[in-house]
């Protein structure tokens, strides 16, 4: 069975994003070594994971970097592959997606999501679509969550967590350093 994945930013103390939306606090602690691991990530998938916002967000920034020659190496590899998976978008309000590859779920989000799981492939992956994330919480439909924690506090915001009713048990599998700060805890649910 193909797992579905949540690859999310967040602040030691459990933010994804700032007051306001703002998400440029993660940033400055981006490095090609951080570009190259994300790129590994996605390469264990073939599905891409998103909601309304993020999609239209990443429909208007990826399509134009795959041939931008202005780019690191390892940062076009990773617009081609987001070009070039499939796309899958949680959104009741899109009605029509323009980034190749994109396919829109307006209703049984969950039903859906299950036939998806069963299919032949590689994992399904989400990054940031926190809505859609905590609203795959509740079900259990995620498998497991890789947490890119950098060391900033946002003391408010919007938190990962937040919707979540009772306990999630999670075990952790794997973890990440970088000289930038950043840690990665990859947790199995």
């Known amino acids: 069975m193909r797992k579905i994945i949540v690859s999310m930013n967040v602040s030691v103390d459990g933010f994804i994003a700032a007051p306001g939306g703002d998400l440029d606090w993660h940033f400055d602690k981006w490095t090609n070594e951080m570009a190259e691991s994300l790129c590994e990530q996605l390469s ?6 998103l909601g309304g916002n993020t999609y239209s967000a990443m429909a208007a920034y990826w399509p134009a970097h795959s041939n931008d020659f202005n780019y690191a190496r390892d940062d076009i590899a990773f617009a081609e592959m987001m070009n070039n998976y499939n796309k899958i978008v949680v959104s009741k309000t899109l009605n029509r997606l323009r980034w190749h590859n994109s396919k829109l779920i307006k209703k049984n989000v ?8 069963l299919l032949p492939g590689k994992d399904m992956i989400i990054f940031g679509s926190g809505t859609l994330v905590s609203s795959l919480m509740t079900p259990g439909l995620i498998d497991e969550y890789i947490l890119w924690v950098h060391p900033v506090i946002l003391s408010g915001g919007k938190p990962l967590f937040a919707t979540l009713p009772g306990t999630l048990n999670m075990r952790l599998t794997k973890i990440k350093q970088f000289r930038s700060g950043v840690i990665v805890l990859y947790y199995s649910v």
């Open 44 to 49: 264990k998938a073939d599905t891409i994971l």
């Open 110 to 117: 969950n039903g859906e999501l299950q036939k998806l799981k």
